[in-house]
């Protein structure tokens, strides 16, 4: 067992080293990206998840994600990586959206989340609560 909270406070994931696999649950999906579910789901904890898988997928212990929804993943290392990457920019473009105005969550999720279809917007929003809390939080980011 893997702690990797994030998504929700307990959320984890189980590797399988017969296989080099990981089964990540919620934590890395197989197409799309992860909620992270305000207020359960923090957003330092993700981060700090996602870094762990990293290690593990950069050196070659995990080569395979089995998410909790979607298809098996052979390239581990560069989805970790791509979920990283996309979290740095969401929380880039939130800044922006702060720094033009935004005021609020739902503010910010009109301006970050503009062509992601509106079905999506309330989940968007649990994710925007925990990038502001994240921004807003001890040394503030």
Do not use: C
């Not at 067992?1 to 994030?6: E, F, I, Y």
């Not at 994931?13 to 089964?23: Q, R, W």
């Not at 359960?40 to 080569?63: N, P």
């Not at 807003?136 to 980011?141: I, L, M, Q, W």
């Amino acid at each position: 067992m893997l702690a990797t909270p994030g998504h929700t406070g307990d959320s984890v994931s189980f590797v399988l080293p017969a296989e080099n696999a990981v089964l990540t649950g919620d934590t890395i999906l197989g197409r799309g990206t992860t909620v992270v579910a305000h207020p359960d789901g923090v957003l330092a904890d993700y981060l700090d998840s996602l870094a762990r898988l990293k290690a593990r997928t950069g050196s070659g212990e995990l080569t395979q994600i089995l998410p909790g929804h979607g298809p098996t993943v052979s390239e581990a290392d560069e989805l970790v990586s791509f979920y990283l990457v996309h979290r740095a920019e969401r929380l880039d473009q939130v800044r922006e959206a702060l720094a033009a105005g935004a005021e609020g969550a739902d503010e910010v999720v009109k301006r970050v989340y503009a062509d992601v279809p509106r079905a999506v917007w309330p989940a968007a929003r649990l994710s925007v609560l925990a990038q502001l809390a994240y921004l807003e939080g001890p040394g503030a980011r």
